[in-house]
């Protein structure tokens, strides 16, 4: 089966996360911090999210296709 999501654990000062999965649109990847959608983020290029606040300390990141 193939990647459709990447997690993380926010260190409070990272803001850019990778992700290791294709996808057709860029609205068709999301993220959720702690299970609370997000839109805060930009792409830093093709496979990286920019967050515009850092993560807090603990956060669980989750960064995922929705088709």
Not at 15 to 43: C, G, I, M, R
Request: aromatic residues 14%; hydrophobic residues 35%; negative net charge.
């Amino acid at each position: 089966m193939a990647t459709i999501e990447n997690t993380y654990t926010g260190d409070g000062s990272t803001t850019n996360y990778a992700f290791t999965f294709e996808y057709l649109e860029q609205s068709d990847v999301k993220a959720t911090l702690d299970s609370v959608a997000t839109t805060a983020f930009t792409f830093a290029n093709a496979t990286t999210l920019s967050f515009t606040t850092a993560p807090g300390s603990g956060v669980a990141i989750r960064i995922y296709r929705d088709t």
